[in-house]
């Protein structure tokens, strides 16, 4: 016996269409919502999510063997800006069985991260990511690629962002040489990229939620100045302006290096001696460029103090 489908009329469909419509609207509102740096806002956000996924009106994929447990959220940049609370419910929408954060010299996120994994119904774990300089491999490779002596560090099952009475000053101290070594970064880089300037207190700060600015941020930085300065769009590295293509393309113009060494071809890093390249023909590389050379002078991780070990990201 075949069954007949109940009869529905256009004004039925219409509504039924307007229904889901707005559905889609109010989700994507509240997704919005759990990137923005108020952190009420995403609380909020993501309760009424969970809620809507309780009653089956926001869709979420059924759990898989699918885990990524090296996140960074907005605290140390997300190139989606993706908060920690967002970072859960897409979790839960993507059907992860756990997801972990690891964001750069903070535990910023800690806290949020594991009440929102609890809200939104996920497994999740909450860590720490920085970079050390090993004397005793100063001129091997272990896992930064073209970066001797450098080394990725991790630190994980962190329950809370606050840490013990005797690891405050380590954590503190990885927070205040991160911003130090932005701050030498950034005066150099705006003499070498003159008239392309930022202001870090004004134009890269104010990108992060916490005061926490990564290089990451200090390139958007100097993107929206590029922007400014020459009336350019930027889009993940393709510039869409004729006048500046132009630009770039001219080996003798001061700004086509610019744009090539940050945002098209990346200065080579090599422990060779001698390869420190430059995109000006006629100019020196900027203090810098070989990373390898900082590091052995062990200024990249910790300014002008000398001492070896730190966090450079």
């Not at 909450?126 to 100063?138: D, K, L, Q, S």
């Not at 990451?216 to 922007?227: E, F, N, Q």
Request: proline share 8%.
């Amino acid at each position: 016996m075949n069954v007949i489908p109940a009869y529905r009329s256009p004004i039925h469909q219409t509504r039924d269409v307007f229904e889901r419509c707005h559905i889609i609207s109010q989700l994507t509102e509240l997704e919005l919502k759990l990137n923005s740096f108020s952190l009420d806002q995403r609380t909020s956000a993501l309760a009424e999510l969970a809620a809507l996924a309780e009653r089956g009106e926001a869709p979420c994929e059924p759990v898989k063997d699918v885990v990524n447990l090296h996140c960074h959220t907005f605290f140390s940049f997300n190139a989606y800006g993706h908060s920690p609370t967002s970072l859960a419910w897409l979790a839960k929408k993507r059907g992860f069985a756990a997801v972990g954060i690891v964001d750069f010299d903070v535990l910023d996120a800690v806290d949020e991260f594991l009440a929102a994994c609890d809200l939104a119904g996920v497994r999740g774990s909450a860590g720490i990511e920085t970079r050390v300089f090993i004397p005793e491999f100063a001129t091997r490779e272990i896992n930064s690629p073209g970066e001797p002596g450098v080394y990725y560090h991790m630190g994980i099952g962190f329950t809370s962002g606050t840490v013990p009475p005797a690891a405050a000053p380590t954590l503190a101290a990885m927070r205040s040489r991160a911003d130090r070594r932005n701050r030498e970064m950034a005066a150099r880089v705006n003499a070498y990229l003159d008239p392309v300037v930022i202001d870090y207190e004004r134009e890269v700060l104010p990108l992060t939620p916490a005061g926490n600015a990564t290089e990451r941020h200090m390139l958007l930085a100097y993107i929206r100045a590029a922007d400014r300065e020459f009336g350019a769009v930027f889009l993940g590295g393709v510039v869409d302006s004729l006048p500046w293509r132009d630009r770039v393309r001219s080996r003798n113009s001061p700004h086509s290096g610019f744009v090539r060494s940050l945002f098209l071809v990346p200065y080579p890093r090599s422990a060779r001696a001698g390869s420190q390249l430059s995109p000006f023909p006629d100019r020196p590389a900027p203090p810098g460029s070989d990373l390898s050379a900082d590091v052995a002078r062990g200024e990249h991780f910790a300014g002008r103090s000398g001492k070896r070990s730190g966090s450079p990201v």
